[in-house]
Nanobody, 124 residues
Framework: QVRLVEPGGGLVQPGSSLRLSCAVS????????IAWFRQAPGKEEREGVS?????????YYQDSVKGRFAISRDNAKNMVYLQMNSLKYEDTAVYYC????????????????WGQGTQVTVSS
């Protein structure tokens, strides 16, 4: 059974940092990419924030988080991280990690597995 678990959300002040984690288990397909999506309050759709391919060959960032967020993965521990710096009010959302079979990140395509999400609230 595939499981993606995202501990690490919380309430933070603008300008601060937070690291999200995604614990991955049970994936039997290979290679696979891990992406972070978020769904802001009042919005129906999730937006792709960042993605990392197998073996860290490539990473992707949405324009609004470039230079502030950093994605990384530790394949030995089956963990993927999203380091979020200089957080803004507009980063408030439920953040989801998701897995996708393939060699390259395709955030416009369907993801194969999703985590349950973790709330990140940026507020003073």
């Amino acid at each position: 059974q595939v499981r993606l678990v995202e501990p690490g959300g919380g309430l933070v002040q603008p300008g601060s940092s937070l690291r999200l984690s995604c614990a991955v288990s049970g994936i039997t397909y290979s290679p696979y990419n891990i992406a972070w999506f978020r769904q802001a309050p009042g919005k129906e759709e999730r937006e792709g924030v960042s993605c990392i391919t197998t073996n860290d060959v490539a990473t992707y960032y949405q324009d609004s988080v470039k230079g502030r967020f950093a994605i990384s993965r530790d394949n030995a521990k089956n963990m993927v991280y999203l380091q979020m710096n200089s957080l803004k009010y507009e980063d408030t959302a439920v953040y989801y990690c998701a897995a996708q079979y393939g060699h390259s990140c395709r955030l416009g395509d369907a993801m194969d597995n999703w985590g349950q999400g973790t709330q990140v609230t940026v507020s003073s």
